[in-house]
């Protein structure tokens, strides 16, 4: 039968540790890609929607004061 000293046991659990630990390692490695991803997939909309809403928020409103007006609305002067 099978003789198995106890040097030989140790090597096999040494080695047998390293794969679980390799394991837990690559399985993390990939949970971590799936949020990632997930995140960058939330991002995109997130981006798309602040995107939206400065466009909108920078845009400028009809009567605004902008830069080259020094101040000086294009009305300033009309009575209303």
């Known amino acids: 039968m099978?003789?198995?000293t106890i040097r030989d046991v140790l090597w096999l659990t040494?080695?047998?540790?390293?794969?679980?630990?390799?394991?837990?390692?690559?399985?993390?490695?990939?949970a971590a890609e799936r949020d990632n991803?997930?995140?960058?997939?939330?991002s995109d909309k997130t981006q798309v929607?602040?995107?939206?809403?400065?466009?909108?928020?920078?845009?400028p409103c009809v009567g605004s004061h902008t830069e080259k007006d020094h101040g000086q609305s294009a009305d300033?002067?009309?009575?209303?």
């Open 2 to 4: 099978f003789r198995f």
């Open 14 to 30: 040494v080695v047998v540790a390293l794969a679980v630990v390799a394991w837990q390692v690559e399985s993390s490695r990939r």
């Open 37 to 42: 991803a997930r995140l960058l997939r939330g």
């Open 49 to 59: 929607l602040f995107g939206t809403t400065f466009a909108l928020v920078s845009s």
């Open 76 to 80: 300033a002067g009309r009575v209303f």
